[in-house]
Nanobody
Framework: QVQLVESGGGLVEAGGSLRLACRSS????????IGWYRQAPGKQRELVAI???????TYADSVKGRHTISRDNAKNSVYLQMNDLKPEDTAVYYC?????????WGQGTQVTVSS
């Protein structure tokens, strides 16, 4: 079973930055998909950014140009650099990993952006 542990969430003012990190118990090299989802109170969990085995990356339109997903396979980690944060980014952010046909989720880390 893959374990995912997120860190880096917190409280930040609008326009600020945070860097989320997710460390996986499984090597991140060649997993089908790894990345980030988020869920705001009362809203559906939504994709933020994912990185696929073929190297392709998908960002939500709402974060394009502001956030960057990256990997450090030597550390079995994936990161989300979040710049120019907006109050609308406030949510619990979840690390996501698809290995074969099995989905794993992290416990979530709270990001709160004040206006």
């Amino acid at each position: 079973q893959v374990q995912l542990v997120e860190s880096g969430g917190g409280l930040v003012e609008a326009g600020g930055s945070l860097r989320l990190a997710c460390r996986s118990s499984k090597n991140t090299f060649n997993v089908n998909t790894i990345g980030w989802y988020r869920q705001a109170p009362g809203k559906q969990r939504e994709l933020v950014a994912i990185s696929r085995r073929d190297g392709s990356i998908t960002y939500a339109d709402s974060v394009k140009g502001r956030h960057t997903i990256s990997r450090d396979n030597a550390k079995n980690s994936v990161y989300l650099q979040m710049n120019d944060l907006k109050p609308e980014d406030t949510a619990v952010y979840y690390c996501y990993l698809l290995n074969g046909r099995t989905v794993s989720w992290g416990q979530g880390t709270q990001v709160t952006v004040s206006s």
